[in-house]
């Protein structure tokens, strides 16, 4: 009976030692993204208006309802998208006496201009901030956000004859 248990003694540590025996380690990591959209450039040409379309008050400001121009922002391809901020310009674009119109940036700039810029219809639209942000959401693969923009006279002077431009970076957050 003595061999029985030398062998069974024998087999005890061999057992034990096949079942321990390396460990994994597996680690994964990542991010979701947004969707995205492709989004379009605008150049539009406002019509030609006359000076005296302004205000003819020194100290007044109004926009000119002659020189409405509506277009839109329009995204295309919108894979995984529910909606989007849209980042109009940054507070540096504003005219520096009215800051809730675009600066006029023309080379040969009519005096005491500016461009309006309304988000929704020319006669009813909500004005847009240059900095300010305008949150939509959606769910279709385009959308295009309705814009409208107008010449505004701002307080100091009158205006004359010039030229009226302004340009701006639109940085979109999609969610």
């Not at 675009?102 to 040969?108: E, L, Q």
Request: glycine share 10%; with cysteine; charged share 10%.
């Amino acid at each position: 009976m003595r061999p029985t248990l030398l062998l069974f003694a024998l087999a005890l540590p061999v057992a034990a030692w096949a079942q321990t025996g390396p460990t994994a380690s597996v680690t994964m990591g990542g991010q979701i993204e947004a969707g995205t959209c492709a989004a379009s450039s605008v150049a539009r040409t406002m019509p030609e208006v006359a000076a005296n379309a302004f205000s003819q008050n020194a100290s007044g400001a109004a926009g000119v309802p002659s020189s409405y121009t509506a277009f839109a922002l329009a995204l295309t391809r919108c894979a995984g998208v529910v909606g989007a901020s849209f980042a109009m310009g940054t507070a540096a674009d504003a005219e520096p006496t009215h800051t809730n119109a675009f600066r006029n940036k023309a080379v040969d700039a009519a005096p005491f201009t500016s461009i309006w810029l309304k988000a929704g219809t020319c006669a009813s639209g909500t004005t847009i901030t240059p900095g300010g942000t305008i949150s939509r959401d959606f769910n279709t693969p385009e959308y295009d956000l309705a814009l409208c923009a107008q010449y505004h006279k701002h307080r100091g002077g009158l205006v004359t004859q010039g030229a009226i431009s302004t340009d701006f970076t639109v940085t979109i957050t999609y969610r």
